[in-house]
């Protein structure tokens, strides 16, 4: 029996290249900021997890480390729990979201010793997987050509449906993506319309969703719903909260999805209560790891809501561990979301490792999360994220750096 203790915790914010994707409260800047946090046990084994950007904020690492190590790492629940607490102490004022934001990398990397540790792969500690792959969507945004004071980038400009068509085809070509998400709540909702009848028109057959992250009043709800509804696979937070949600559901029989208005298990009951929620986009980044978000998968059968899964800037430990979820998660219908192929240029997990084929990404199958992580990339990254100086993301910031008048307060149109 080898010792499976944790004898050392590392938490690395990083920053890497991003491009100017537009959204409902502004605009991509130049970096985004994730965590890292890398494990090491008794035993020799190093694991590896991603979180989200101040996950483990530097107030709260020297404490969260004396939470971790010593204990085993097979006890997730009791090192989550420690976890918790110690956010708690050094942040009086966090909520449930901050504590489980901090427990999710940990809890993945745990995850990651466990399967290095046992020889079997994340996917089967969590019960195992019921497919080989994980489909993914293409993730469409509008976007600028390239960052303030900077050239145009490799992917263009997509400010209109032409845009977003020609971006549509370059990601499909490349990932053989089968379902296509827009990103809207940026132009008025004619133009977003539009786009998405060009791309119903250029991808016929193909799964096409819209997400304008609650930009949207009731009426245009209604008029969007009414006018290209039949073209969706689901509507995603066309407006804010739970209820209203719930009275865009019982007016129009649209499937909507979230993930904004049930994100934390209290709003479970209300969420079901209201019919605000057919399918809900999990994110274990959120949610306080890989195993909750299992549960959830089971909560969400329970009610008849379906599952697929949220994402936000990231990179491949993450999508690693997606996937691993995804794959045992036997509810899991609908393509997953993911920023990767976004990101991907600054991966610290080495090129050809992960790949999405005809639109999925092969469940890894080596030990643990089935990835390696390229160390001097991670310093690399933590450089960037030091010389940078931000911590936190600001779109609206960067917005209005060309519209001092921006006004991120939704709804917008
Ligand atoms: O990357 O701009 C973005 C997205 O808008 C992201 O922040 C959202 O959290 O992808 C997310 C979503 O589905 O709402
Ligand atoms: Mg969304």
Not at 311 to 324: D, F, P, Y
Not at 332 to 348: E, G, M, Q, S
Request: with cysteine; charged share 20%.
């Amino acid at each position: 029996m080898t010792d499976h203790r944790i004898i050392d915790l590392t938490i690395t914010p990083i920053a890497f290249s991003d491009p100017p994707l537009l959204n409902s409260t502004g605009v991509h800047e130049p970096l985004a900021l994730r965590t890292i946090v890398q494990l090491e046990l008794a035993n020799g084994v190093h694991a590896v997890g991603e979180g989200r950007a101040g996950a483990i904020g530097a107030d709260a690492g020297a404490a969260v480390r004396d939470a971790v190590i010593g204990q085993d790492v097979f006890a997730t629940t009791r090192i989550g729990a420690a976890v918790a607490d110690a956010i708690r102490t050094v942040q009086p004022g966090a909520g449930r979201h901050a504590q489980l934001s901090a427990v999710a990398p940990i809890e993945v990397a745990c995850l990651d010793a466990q399967g290095r540790t046992a020889g079997v792969p994340v996917s089967d500690l969590l019960g195992g997987a019921v497919r080989d792959s994980v489909p993914y969507s293409a993730y469409l945004f509008y976007k600028w050509a390239g960052h303030l004071d900077a050239e145009a980038d490799a992917w263009g400009e997509a400010l209109d449906p032409d845009g977003i068509v020609r971006q549509a085809e370059r990601l499909v070509d490349e990932y053989g993506f089968g379902s296509l998400k827009l990103k809207a709540g940026v132009f008025e909702p004619d133009v977003e319309m539009d786009t998405i009848r060009a791309l119903a028109q250029e991808f016929p057959g193909l799964p096409l969703r819209i997400d304008p992250n609650g930009a949207w009043t009731h009426e245009t709800a209604l008029r969007v719903i009414a006018e290209i509804g039949d073209l969706l696979e689901y509507v995603e937070d066309p407006v804010l909260g739970i209820e209203p949600m719930g009275r865009i559901h019982a007016e129009t029989g649209a499937e909507l999805a979230t993930n904004m208005c049930l994100v934390e298990a209290e709003h479970v009951r209300p969420a079901s209560e209201h019919r605000a929620v057919q399918i809900l986009l999990t994110d274990h980044h959120y949610w306080g790891g890989l195993r909750v978000t299992k549960e959830l998968g089971a909560i969400c059968d329970a009610l008849g809501m379906g599952v697929s899964m949220h994402s936000n800037s990231h990179l491949g430990i993450s999508l690693a561990a997606m996937t691993h979820v995804a794959a045992a998660v036997p509810n899991l219908a609908y393509a997953c979301d993911t920023h990767w192929p976004w990101n991907r240029v600054d991966d610290i997990v080495p090129r050809g490792q992960l790949e999405i084929h005809d639109g999925s990404l092969t469940v890894p199958t080596r030990p643990g999360l089935g990835v390696d992580l390229d160390a001097d990339k991670v310093a690399e990254l933590h450089e960037r994220y030091v010389a940078s100086g931000r911590t936190r993301r600001d779109d609206t910031g960067y917005m209005r750096r060309v519209d001092p008048a921006y006004d991120p307060t939704l709804p917008r149109f």
